[in-house]
């Protein structure tokens, strides 16, 4: 299902796309049994290893065209390279002032991803490596379609949750509802869905909640008064 200011083009592309991915009519997708709502640890973790894949390819060209204005007439890899041992190789990064150039370029690469993961996350509540594991990004309350508020707030919880050695991601281990703390910054959370459509109507949630009825119970007619 298509939004109704979606143009007529993109809607056939995606109604196409939505039949060709159905698991009932291929055959190279089968259908899993719903285990649960959140997306576990595990889960996680491999579609962000899939995303960075693609991050890495899709990156790669662009930063080496930078890497000279960030790095100067130096060249990191070479030096680097010739370290010995750990003890070394911090102290070669600390001498010739790597460590801020390599925060530098990390910080510009995420920069360079925002925009697309923007589109992403707001378009079709997902990512390639998510969209393969079957899991969206919904808003943590409703578990409907993320606002564009959310998705820059959980862009931003994602440079709070890798800085501290990474443990705002790796507290997905540990959260009842798997969630990290950039999910926190923005009100979010990951489910899993039982479908690989590209993108979900964002008029209803992408799934209903535990221990929540599928249609509210009938009500109740007042007793007589006596």
């Known amino acids: 299902m298509t939004d109704p200011g979606t143009p007529p083009l993109l809607a056939r592309m995606e109604q196409t796309l939505n039949r060709l991915l159905d698991p009932r009519r291929t055959m190279i997708f089968r259908p899993a049994r719903y285990t649960g ?21 899709l990156l790669g060209p662009v930063l080496l065209k930078l890497r000279p204005y960030i790095y100067g007439a130096d060249d990191p890899q070479a030096l680097l390279s010739h370290a010995d041992g750990m003890q070394d190789l911090w ?4 001498t010739h002032g790597y460590t801020e150039k390599l925060a530098a370029e990390y910080m510009l690469s995420y920069l360079l991803l925002c925009p ?5 996350w707001s378009y079709t509540s997902t990512t390639p490596g998510k969209w393969l594991l079957r899991l969206r990004i919904v808003d943590a309350a409703t578990l409907g379609r993320v606002s564009w508020r959310q998705v820059v707030w959980r862009l931003a919880g994602y440079v709070v949750a890798i800085l501290p050695l990474g443990l705002g991601i790796l507290w997905m281990g540990v959260d009842r509802r798997k969630r990290g703390w950039h999910d926190y910054f923005a009100g979010t959370a990951v489910v899993r869905v039982k479908h690989w459509r590209i993108r979900d109507d964002g008029s209803q949630p992408h799934i209903l909640p535990e221990n929540q009825p599928s249609e509210p119970p009938a009500a109740v007619p007042d007793a007589p008064n006596p």
């Open 37 to 57: 709502i959140y997306g576990t640890f595990n889960d996680r973790m491999l579609a962000a290893l899939i995303d960075l894949t693609w991050m890495m390819f």
């Open 91 to 94: 102290q070669a990064l600390l």
């Open 116 to 120: 697309i993961l923007a589109l992403m």
